[in-house]
């Protein structure tokens, strides 16, 4: 009984190790959206952007707490870009990621309210 347990134990041991080896590293990038109020802003679309070519990597939009999460696997420079109807898109600053990394929390981006509201006409 002592031999199949230890032979048991091994098992379980390298096949975690071996799970843990081939499983792809990746950081998470989270952060919220508010409006001047401090206040959440639902469904706020959210653009994971390549800093280098601007190309959009990834899509969220927003929880109903304006909460947003990326699953970043590849280390690089990115932006986010934010945008909800009736309000400014705003950009932020680069955000420069090396995987693998501890889960990132980035700063509360908060959206004013549009000067103008567009209105189109056929």
């Given at each position: 009984?002592?031999?199949?347990?230890t032979?048991?134990?091994?098992?379980?041991?390298?096949?975690?190790?071996?799970?843990?080896?081939?499983?792809?590293?990746?950081?998470?990038?989270?952060?919220?959206?508010?409006?001047?109020?401090?206040?959440?802003?639902?469904?706020?679309?959210?653009?994971?952007?390549?800093?280098?070519?601007q190309?959009?990597?990834?899509?969220?939009?927003?929880?109903?707490?304006?909460?947003?999460?990326?699953?970043?696997?590849?280390?690089?420079?990115?932006?986010?870009?934010?945008?909800?109807?009736?309000?400014?898109?705003?950009?932020?600053?680069?955000?420069?990621?090396?995987?693998?990394?501890?889960?990132?929390?980035?700063?509360?981006?908060?959206?004013?309210k549009?000067?103008?509201?567009?209105?189109?006409?056929?």
């Amino acid at each position: 009984m002592k031999v199949s347990t230890t032979i048991l134990k091994n098992l379980l041991i390298s096949t975690f190790v071996l799970l843990t080896q081939i499983a792809p590293a990746q950081t998470r990038l989270s952060g919220h959206v508010i409006n001047t109020n401090h206040n959440p802003i639902q469904k706020a679309e959210v653009l994971l952007r390549d800093a280098t070519n601007q190309t959009i990597l990834a899509h969220r939009m927003t929880n109903q707490r304006g909460g947003f999460t990326f699953e970043i696997f590849d280390s690089g420079s990115f932006f986010i870009e934010y945008r909800s109807c009736g309000f400014e898109p705003m950009i932020s600053k680069i955000i420069e990621i090396e995987v693998p990394l501890a889960a990132t929390q980035i700063d509360t981006m908060m959206l004013e309210k549009a000067l103008k509201q567009r209105h189109f006409t056929n």
